[in-house]
């Protein structure tokens, strides 16, 4: 079969054939990949930088997909960590990692958000409890994932969402997704702390898709602006786009109710993850959530890679073209 495969961690994966994959277990079945999202996690996967890579090569990247099984159902599945992703035009899925979607269900649109989707979407229904009328700071809000963080955090009770980015243009499609507030992060590092604590002082939940020297000065700035210094902050770390590592100043877990989780892989168990992809995929279903898909034929992964998206955008491969 055809599929995306990488043979070098210092080039994009070209479009090659290799063996189609067999089942070999009681719950697993072979489907037609119809549409396979290229998330940053697929790009960390294919260039061998991401936390679980083996180092293993040659690989197919992809983490996840929208298949329909030899019986014609419609199923968004999440793969194992293996070599053999789902980028390519078959695949075979685990049913205990899959979830059937309704007919008529876009898969190029469910490809694309499930995964940026889920990431706040889980850390929010798993990793706390968001209490109706709570406040919450998304650092990273111009990132699809962001994007689409501010959505869910509204649509899952928060009263109050501030959105934080770099990117201007962006940024500005926030208040049209339902942040209240937004805040730039460009600047001095000290200036932009100010206007986090200012903003977002009386946070309950912190959605950090950033780390590194943003949350190393946000941190202080937001516990120092705190009203009252002993009610909970919830950071939770799901992404390290700023930086893999902070200085964390013993006296912030001291003179503050700061409690800093994260959620991914092994935080959230992957029953528990699986567990929360049907009501995310009915809403993205909907059309409760926007999404901007850009799908690219498979067979043109190598230009895909490289291809610009606009903001919102996701690309999205489809075999079948």
Known sequence: MYAAV????????????????????????????????????????????HYTSGGVLPLVPGIDAVGRTPQGELLYFVAPDTALGTMAEQAVVDRRRAITLPAGTDPVAVAAAMNPGMSSWVALRRRVTLEPGARVLILGATGNSGQLAVQIA????????????????????????????????????????????????????????????????AMPALLAARPERAKPLAWIQIGSMAGAEITLPSYLLRAANLQIMGSGQGSVTTAGIVAELPSLATEIASGTLAVDPLALPLSGVERAWNTPTAPGQRIVLTPGD
Not at 155 to 168: C, E, I, M, N, Q
Not at 169 to 179: I, S, T
Not at 187 to 207: M, W
């Open 6 to 49: 990488v043979h070098s961690f210092d080039a994009p994966p070209r479009f090659d054939t290799i063996d189609t994959p067999r089942p070999d277990g009681e719950h697993e079945i072979l489907v037609d990949v119809l549409a396979a999202g290229l998330h940053p996690r697929v790009r960390s996967d294919a260039d061998g930088t």
């Open 154 to 217: 509204k649509h899952l009770g928060a009263a109050h969402v501030v959105a934080a980015g770099r990117d201007p243009e962006r940024l500005d499609l926030l208040p049209g997704l339902g942040a209240d507030e937004t805040v730039s992060l460009l600047g001095d590092p000290e200036k932009v702390a100010d206007r986090l604590g200012r903003s977002a002082g009386d946070a309950d939940v912190v959605i950090d898709y950033l780390w590194g020297p943003v949350a190393e000065h």
